[in-house]
C-alpha cells in the first residue's frame, strides 16, 4: 500500500465510489515535478516552490489519471492535493497565463488537512472543467442588480471560472485581460471589496489578487504558510 494515497483517501473517503478500481503508482520524491515551460517558474514562483517541494504520487481512479502532491507539514502531518493530470493542449479561450499552467499542472479538484484559505471547500481550482462555465450564470441573480439600479457591469461571456466554491461562489478571469473578480453571493470574507457600484453578495474584487497570476501566487503562497505552520487568510505570513 502507499502511504501517502491510504492517507489521503482515509481523509477525503467521499472521493472514491464503490467498486471504483484504483491503481496507485511508487510515490516519487521532492524535486520530482517538473515544469513543461521556464515560463511557469515566471509567472507563477510561489506554485513552483511548492510543488517542486512536493512528493507525487500517480494515481488512476476508474481509468482517469490523477497526480496526488503531499508535503510534510512542520508538525508532522501531511497534507494534499489530488490533482487532474496536465494538458498538453488547454482551450484556447483561456488567459494565455491559465494555459501555459495548465501544461504543467491540472489544478486541484481535492484537498487533505488543509487551512482556512481562499479555496476551502471548492470543487474544482484552475482546472478545464471549472473553466468550460463561463460567467453568464450571473444573469440568474440579475435581480440584485436590477434591485441596486444597475446593470451587470462585466462582460459575462469574457469570464470563465478558476475557482468553484461547493456553496456557488465562484472566482472569475478576463480571458484576454486575466484581470480576476469573485462572484459571492453567499459569504463572509473580510479580504474582499465590493467591485465598483456593485451591492453585497454579488461582484467582489480581490486587492491582493486582481490578477490570474496574483491570484494563484496568492493561494500557493497560502499553502506553504499552512506546511510552514505561518498560514494567514490573505496570503501574507504571520509572525
Known amino acids: 500500500m502507499n502511504q501517502h494515497w491510504e492517507g489521503f483517501i482515509e481523509e477525503i473517503s467521499w472521493f472514491l465510489q464503490r467498486d471504483q478500481i ?8 521532492p524535486g520530482s515535478w517538473t515544469a ?10 510561489e506554485l513552483y516552490g511548492v510543488l517542486r517541494e512536493a512528493i507525487v504520487t500517480p494515481v488512476a481512479v476508474a481509468g482517469v489519471g490523477y497526480q496526488l502532491y503531499t508535503w510534510l507539514r512542520r508538525d ?6 489530488l490533482s487532474p493530470l496536465a494538458s498538453p493542449a488547454p482551450p484556447p479561450s483561456l488567459h494565455p497565463d491559465h494555459s501555459i499552467l495548465l501544461r504543467s499542472f491540472g489544478g486541484i479538484v481535492e484537498r487533505s488537512n488543509e487551512p482556512d484559505w481562499w479555496i476551502l471547500n471548492h470543487n474544482d481550482v484552475l482546472t478545464e472543467d471549472a473553466a468550460r462555465r463561463d460567467g453568464t450564470f450571473i444573469t ?13 457591469p462585466i462582460d459575462m461571456e469574457q469570464f470563465y471560472a478558476i475557482a468553484e466554491e461547493a456553496n456557488g461562489n465562484i472566482t472569475l478571469c478576463h480571458r484576454l485581460s486575466g484581470a480576476v473578480v469573485l462572484f459571492a453571493p453567499d459569504h463572509a470574507f473580510d479580504y474582499v471589496e465590493p467591485f465598483p457600484g456593485c451591492p453585497d ?9 486582481l490578477s490570474f497570476r496574483d491570484w494563484v501566487n496568492t493561494i500557493a503562497r497560502q499553502w506553504r504558510g499552512w506546511i510552514e505552520g505561518t498560514a ?8
Do not use: K
Open 76 to 81: 508532522g502531518s501531511r497534507c494534499c492535493w
Open 232 to 239: 494567514s487568510l490573505d496570503g501574507t505570513d504571520e509572525e
Open 36 to 45: 513543461a515551460s521556464p515560463e511557469f517558474d515566471q509567472f507563477f514562483p
Open 201 to 209: 453578495y454579488t461582484l467582489y474584487r480581490l486587492p491582493r489578487a
Open 140 to 152: 440568474d441573480y440579475a435581480w440584485a442588480f436590477e434591485a441596486a439600479s444597475i446593470n451587470i
Open 22 to 29: 484504483v491503481e496507485v503508482e511508487a510515490s516519487l520524491p
